[in-house]
């Protein structure tokens, strides 16, 4: 199966800091995205999605940002909580129905 | 409205069985895809179904196989377990647009021994 990488990176920060999470996709034909949020032993949860018609987009706390140019997706989380602790995917779509690309994630810690 | 509901939540087999995972959508949502998820390989598609149909297909063997029914539930069956089939199988469905979100559910956590 396809596989974007084995090697799951750590972002640690402290609670109250802005938090930054990249990925980088690799088909530029990719014309939607989408973050998730996973906790141990549960589903991924949804973020947060973009289409490619877009650089930016803002929900509650969190921003997604989108360069097409170099095929790179970020998700920033403002004053991140202990709660915000996690494993976030980002998913490209690259073709008709609903065939997402996962990424391999980043697991995000949040220090007291 | 209730979310995506996969049954069983956990699971052990013996090398060689086959199993069945079965998958409810969300209300009013018609398209059902899997997901394989691993330590090593992360989450892989397995397959999509729409209106009973399948729709897009991953790299798996035909060991993995679904379905789904008129009610838009499905179930996905993995036949001669071998040990590498250990894993998180997660369901997630959406209303099956071009852009649609797919939403999951909790996973079926399925160990061969």
Redesign the interface.
């Given at each position: 199966?396809?596989?974007?990488?084995?090697h799951l990176p750590t972002l640690s920060v402290q609670e109250g800091d802005n938090s930054i999470i990249n990925c980088a996709y690799s088909n530029s034909a990719s014309?939607?995205f989408?973050w998730?949020k996973q906790e141990s032993g549960?589903?991924?949860?949804?973020i947060i999605?973009i289409?490619s018609n877009m650089d930016k987009r803002q929900g509650q706390r969190v921003t997604v940002l989108l360069n097409k140019t170099v095929k790179h997706l970020s998700l920033q989380i403002a004053a991140t909580q202990p709660g915000d602790s996690a494993v976030y995917?980002c998913?490209e779509?690259r073709?008709?129905?609903?065939?997402?690309?996962?990424?391999?994630?980043t697991r995000l810690s949040v220090l007291p | 409205k209730a979310g995506v509901t996969q049954t069983p939540r956990y699971l052990i087999k013996t090398r060689g069985q086959q199993v069945t995972l079965s998958c409810s959508p969300i209300s009013g949502h018609r398209s059902v895809s899997w997901y394989q998820q691993t330590p090593g390989q992360g989450l892989q598609f397995l397959f999509e179904y729409f209106s009973e149909t399948q729709r897009n297909k991953g790299n798996f063997p035909g060991r993995f196989s679904g379905r789904q029914f008129s009610n838009s539930r499905s179930e996905m069956n993995v036949s001669t377990l071998e040990l590498g089939d250990s894993a998180l199988y997660l369901c997630a469905s959406s209303l099956g647009g071009p852009s649609s979100t797919i939403y999951f559910g909790e996973g079926s956590w399925l160990t061969v021994v």
């Open positions: 199966g396809e596989s974007v990488g084995l014309d939607y989408i998730y549960k589903g991924p949860q949804f999605d289409r995917f998913a779509k073709n008709y129905g609903q065939n997402f690309v996962f990424g391999p994630g | -």
